[in-house]
């Protein structure tokens, strides 16, 4: 899970930001537990892993350069695993269905990821050969631009998760 960011436009840490009384962070830690989550930080690190739950924790030292930084030292720590499911902190909407769907459709391919109303969105399962790929990342680049050289599935995750990400506190639901 990639939780290094600033929180620059919601004004402070939304990773500890909380909706129906838990952090986002541990929100995600929660749906991902199956798959002995690994959370990316990097701003504010020590106040954001006191609420990361059941999860392994590494810090992205120079998050600042961008997601591309959260990406590779998440990738670096996974070392010789076969694939990873990414999840983001500021997507608590995200459920167990759609990480399931991701990954069985990830099955022969290099990449899989969910899909809303026909928008690419987040869980992605990136492969071993997606993950090879990985460290040529930079700056504010996620793996989106990547995918497109690699053989990757799509589930319609439209009705099973919720892709709303919270940039601000006004998109946090009341």
């Not at 892993?49 to 720590?77: F, K």
């Amino acid at each position: 899970m990639l939780a290094a960011g600033a929180g620059t436009r919601f004004g402070g840490p939304k990773q500890l930001a909380e909706v129906e009384g838990t952090p986002l962070v541990a929100r995600v830690c929660a749906v991902a537990a199956p798959w002995a989550p690994l959370v990316v930080l990097g701003a504010r690190a020590d106040e954001v892993r006191a609420a990361v739950i059941d999860a392994q924790v590494v810090v992205a030292d120079d998050w600042a350069t961008g997601q591309a930084a959260s990406l590779r030292a998440g990738v670096a720590a996974l070392a010789d695993a076969d694939a990873a499911l990414v999840l983001l902190a500021d997507m608590p909407f995200v459920t167990r269905a759609v990480c399931e769907a991701v990954i069985s459709a990830g099955e022969g391919h290099d990449a899989a990821r969910a899909t809303y109303d026909g928008r690419p969105g987040h869980p992605v399962l990136l492969g071993r050969a997606v993950l090879d790929a990985v460290p040529s990342l930079s700056g504010d680049q996620g793996a989106r631009d990547l995918l497109t050289r690699f053989d990757v599935a799509t589930v319609d995750a439209t009705g099973l998760a919720d892709p709303t990400d919270i940039d601000t506190p006004e998109d946090l639901p009341t």
